[in-house]
């Protein structure tokens, strides 16, 4: 067991341009979540996936944010013309849901996005 | 709407003190109550977790929180801290066993001085 693993761990980019990350769950995990997490708060939700389906949406993800688990195995999560206020710590959980299952969600180590 | 709330925003406390991390959720269906751990540069670690069943929950390392229902709290003590629990922690809800999303409070930083 890897663990849940993001790529790439940190990003610099300048405002208006398009920046997308990769999550890598646990490979048994057939639930993967998305989540923004800025300077002196906790994580806020932003999307889940079950298998290749996007089951919900935060209001906080804009027009300019989508998501995508084309196979149900890796997750990607784009930002199209990137503002200063996107600037967070983005992180990626997954977990497995059915019956008799752990149910809690494990954590990667999160890709920090600055804009500038 | 869930909701949760961590009454410190830091905690500071001698090794070998008790601590007590405060947290109080709302919602208006049943709820799974979470506590994670993140250290300094590292990811978010499940701490423990109620999901049903007795109401104090304990973790590995010495920890434990009790679910309160009347008084909507799930806090987090440990009787004798050490150096290395210093961390942020923070507490979340969920309304299907951690199935769905965790609604996270704001955290509380934990700072243990020797």
């Known amino acids: 067991d890897t663990g849940v693993s993001q790529d790439p761990r940190h990003k610099i980019t300048k405002r208006g341009q398009n920046v997308t990350f990769r999550c890598d769950p646990i490979?048994?995990?057939?639930?993967l979540y998305w989540y923004r997490q800025t300077l002196g708060q906790g994580p806020e939700f932003l999307t889940y996936f079950q298998n290749e389906a996007q089951l919900e949406k935060s209001r906080l993800l804009s027009d300019r944010f989508s998501a995508e688990r084309p196979k149900g195995s890796f997750s990607t999560l784009e930002i199209q013309r990137t503002e200063q206020g996107d600037s967070a710590m983005y992180l990626c959980?997954?977990?497995?849901?059915?019956?008799?299952?752990?149910?809690?969600?494990?954590f990667g180590p999160g890709t920090r996005l600055t804009v500038t | 709407a869930q909701s949760v709330t961590q009454l410190d925003s830091q905690v500071p406390v001698f090794e070998e003190a008790p601590v007590e991390l405060r947290c109080n959720y709302s919602?208006?269906?049943?709820?799974?109550l979470f506590w994670y751990v993140q250290y300094p540069n590292q990811g978010l670690q499940l701490l423990l977790k109620y999901l049903s069943g007795s109401t104090l929950v304990e973790s590995i390392n010495g920890f434990e929180a009790e679910f309160n229902k009347s008084q909507t709290s799930f806090h987090l003590r440990k009787p004798s801290v050490h150096i290395s629990d210093t961390a942020e922690y923070f507490c979340a809800v969920s309304d299907s066993g951690g199935y769905n999303k965790l609604i996270f409070g704001a955290g509380t930083r934990l700072a243990v001085h020797p």
């Open positions: 919602s208006s269906v049943s709820v799974y």
């Open positions: 959980a997954s977990s497995f849901a059915g019956s008799g299952g752990l149910y809690e969600q494990y």
């Open positions: 490979s048994e995990h057939n639930r």
